[in-house]
């Protein structure tokens, strides 16, 4: 992939543990405004409701959106390329339209956004896509040694670790199924601008190359085109 893209590095961590990860975001937490509402608790714009109003798609309804423990931005972002590829998939409560999902298998490229955080914020930030509660740290070990682990079965319960970079280790949460497993569903405008948006500034992509990119992705391929995705990110 063109742009400011750093390649993860294999194998993934043997180094001295740091307290700290590289979280990549490769949907809508790619935006930083986006992410800022899971470190402070807050509301994102283009959401439909607030998080804790609604119910999930499967009927179990979603806790509101508490924030981190430690709600310091993060020290540092960079874009770089996952293994895998981006799919989107499943029913979004609060935004409508098909979720993003990273399948770690599949020969794919998926551009993301790195932020650098401590284990306690990406644990919690993880804790509420679970639509669990924060505040608990995850224990990564398994994750770490094995590059993956599971601790449910829901939409975003399961963790990567497709690499390292600096010698800090790359994390990732996404759901537990290869993307064709799940039928696919085109995301809503809100939420795909948000991840266009993210994308775009982390990469240094231009609107061609940014809506080349997501217009391709399973789930949106065949209903966005790529003119459709740069109409998005026309008036930002």
Do not use: K
Not at 198 to 216: E, I, N, P
Request: charged share 20%; with cysteine; aromatic share 8%.
């Amino acid at each position: 992939m063109a742009g400011n893209s750093i390649p993860v590095a294999r194998p993934r961590c043997s180094t001295e543990d740091t307290g700290l990860v590289w979280y990549a975001a490769y949907g809508s937490n790619a935006d930083p405004d986006r992410l800022a509402c899971y470190l402070v608790g807050d509301t994102p714009d283009g959401a439909l409701a607030t998080p804790g109003t609604v119910s999930s798609a499967d009927g179990s309804g979603r806790p509101p959106i508490h924030g981190c423990r430690d709600r310091t931005p993060p020290a540092r972002s960079i874009g770089i390329v996952l293994p895998g590829v981006l799919y989107f998939a499943t029913e979004s409560a609060i935004w409508t339209g098909g979720r993003a999902f990273y399948d770690p298998v599949t020969p794919a490229e998926t551009a993301a956004r790195a932020y650098l955080l401590t284990r306690a914020q990406f644990s919690d930030i993880a804790a509420q896509e679970m639509y669990r509660s924060p505040g608990t740290d995850l224990d990564l070990t398994e994750a770490l040694r094995t590059g993956r682990t599971r601790f449910g079965p829901g939409r975003y319960e399961t963790l990567v670790c497709p690499g390292s970079y600096e010698g800090v280790p790359i994390v990732t949460c996404t759901a537990d199924r290869r993307w064709r497993d799940l039928p696919g569903n085109p995301p809503a405008p809100a939420y795909l601008r948000r991840i266009a948006i993210g994308l775009r500034a982390a990469h240094r992509w231009c609107d061609a190359d940014t809506a080349a990119y997501l217009s391709t992705r399973p789930g949106a391929a065949g209903y966005w085109t790529p003119r459709m995705v740069a109409e998005l990110l026309s008036d930002d």
